[in-house]
């Protein structure tokens, strides 16, 4: 897989800040300010490092968007142990968004207009935010992923009153349901943002057993936080984000779940760290900085003896607002009852942070990010030409978001074994619970070889 994405030379995208009038002007636009999630309160267990004039941060604050769901757990780790202050990023603020919609109007304006710089993102957000797909106006605002933040942590939930109706991993009993559901009130299933994972994940999921998400169901867009509440007034069948949201569904007796994304495909890429673009070439130092802070918090969260503590920081009602740590302890040892009679104890279907059974996590590889532009293009979001060609305008837009080289050079700062830093920019072939495979040197193959889809190719 070498020849993958060769390294070429870095574009660099200097974005001229937006005037004082219209970023004003844009904050007023949007009606969902993001709700404060505080500077750290707890005092660092962690020294400060002494930070050479070469390491130095241009600044020591950042403002950092996160959805109160599992994955964004290394933001709030590495602010609450310490980790971002231990390497000169002593005034990081962590704003708890809405929506992603909210994250995504928040980093438009950025943090001088009131919003955010970035943080925790669904894949291809930075990518759709940076070609302007997703933005008010269209307008591009470059971004760069920085780091991948979890593996796992999501699943498919589904209403109790479907319970003993063959909905599970594999849908080919259940067929007949969803063709009567159609035919007077479709089945409907809920994500948290159009085109991006956890919209993925349920199409994947659907037409995997030849189910049609586009014609076959209705799908509708859900804050992560409301599916619950949705579920119990019975507005939706199902719906596909993140923990402690699906296992809160079941803790609650309204729901089960039908499969773990983990089930779908073992150690997937999940969400990811993102920062907009000019605020990474203006502080570069600043930005392995975070990165180191991020790095040292998912190696922590790696070590499966601190998620006791690592449940009870998350769930605090300035994070995720919780009435029991339990709701995610559990899980975050890979003990899932799934509420249908099913119970899962294996600590590999669990969230991991810094490694999982493919290697590491952290790293944001290049081919991840072509499987969701792939996925885009299969569900006609995006154009069929970003896969012509070998990928060729696919690959050239990954280039310039993805800076997996800033991963490597703040992993190196921080003395990152070597074993442990990637030296190919491909995971190589993955392989999905139906036995399709995605070979990111043939991303048209892959298209080709599926039978549900928009696109013709």
């Known amino acids: 897989m070498s020849g993958f994405f060769n390294q070429v030379s870095r574009r660099k995208f200097i974005v001229t800040a937006v005037a004082s009038g219209s970023a004003v002007f844009l904050k007023g636009c949007l009606g969902n300010p993001p709700e404060p999630g505080g500077t750290s309160t707890t005092s660092s267990v962690q020294p400060v490092v002494n930070i050479s004039p070469e390491q130095k941060p241009e600044t020591t604050k950042a403002k950092l968007g996160y959805i109160p769901i599992v994955e964004s757990a290394p933001l709030i780790i590495a602010l609450e142990k310490g980790f971002f202050k231990k390497h000169g990023m002593s005034d990081v603020e962590l704003s708890k968004q809405a929506s992603w919609g909210s994250a995504r109007d928040n980093v438009e304006i950025g943090s001088a207009g009131g919003g955010i710089d970035g943080g925790q993102w669904q894949m291809p957000m930075p990518h759709l935010i940076t070609e302007g797909k997703i933005t008010k106006g269209n307008k591009p605002i470059p971004m760069y992923v920085l780091a991948q933040l979890v593996t796992h942590g999501n699943a498919i939930?589904?209403?109790?009153?479907?319970?003993?109706?063959?909905?599970?991993?594999?849908?080919?009993?259940?067929?007949?349901?969803?063709?009567?559901?159609?035919?007077?009130?479709?089945?409907?299933?809920?994500?948290?943002?159009?085109?991006?994972?956890?919209?993925?994940?349920?199409?994947?999921?659907?037409?995997?057993?030849?189910?049609?998400?586009?014609?076959?169901?209705?799908?509708?867009?859900?804050?992560?936080?409301?599916?619950?509440?949705?579920?119990?007034?019975?507005?939706?069948?199902?719906?596909?984000?993140?923990?402690?949201?699906?296992?809160?569904?079941?803790?609650?007796?309204?729901?089960?779940?039908?499969?773990?994304?983990?089930?779908?495909?073992?150690?997937?890429?999940?969400?990811?760290?993102?920062?907009?673009?000019?605020?990474?070439?203006?502080?570069?130092?600043?930005?392995?900085?975070?990165?180191?802070?991020?790095?040292?918090?998912?190696?922590?969260?790696?070590?499966?003896?601190?998620?006791?503590?690592?449940?009870?920081?998350?769930?605090?009602?300035?994070?995720?607002?919780?009435s029991s740590p339990a709701v995610l302890a559990d899980p975050f040892q890979g003990k899932y009852d799934m509420g249908d009679g099913r119970k899962i104890d294996d600590k590999s279907m669990a969230a991991y942070y810094w490694k999982d059974g493919k290697g590491s996590v952290s790293y944001p590889y290049q081919s991840h990010d072509l499987w969701f532009i792939t996925e885009n293009v299969r569900w006609g979001f995006l154009p069929k030409d970003y896969i012509a060609n070998g990928a060729a305008k696919a690959k050239e837009l990954i280039k310039k978001v993805n800076r997996e080289d800033i991963w490597k050079e703040a992993a190196k700062e921080l003395g990152i074994p070597a074993a442990d830093i990637p030296t190919n920019t491909s995971r190589g072939v993955e392989e999905f619970f139906d036995g399709v495979k995605f070979d990111p040197e043939k991303p048209e193959e892959y298209l080709k070889s599926l039978k549900i889809k928009k696109v013709s190719i």
């Open 157 to 322: 939930a589904i209403a109790n009153k479907h319970l003993g109706k063959g909905i599970s991993l594999k849908l080919d009993t259940a067929k007949p349901l969803f063709a009567q559901l159609k035919a007077s009130t479709p089945f409907t299933a809920a994500f948290t943002f159009p085109h991006v994972n956890q919209d993925l994940w349920i199409r994947y999921w659907l037409s995997a057993s030849g189910i049609d998400p586009d014609t076959d169901v209705k799908l509708l867009t859900v804050p992560a936080a409301q599916t619950v509440a949705n579920m119990k007034t019975g507005t939706m069948d199902a719906f596909s984000t993140g923990d402690p949201w699906p296992f809160r569904l079941v803790n609650d007796k309204i729901g089960f779940m039908a499969a773990l994304t983990a089930e779908i495909w073992k150690n997937h890429p999940e969400e990811y760290f993102a920062m907009r673009g000019d605020w990474v070439d203006q502080n570069p130092k600043a930005t392995k900085a975070l990165l180191k802070g991020i790095m040292e918090a998912q190696q922590w969260l790696d070590n499966f003896n601190n998620r006791k503590e690592a449940a009870e920081i998350l769930a605090a009602k300035k994070y995720f607002g919780l």
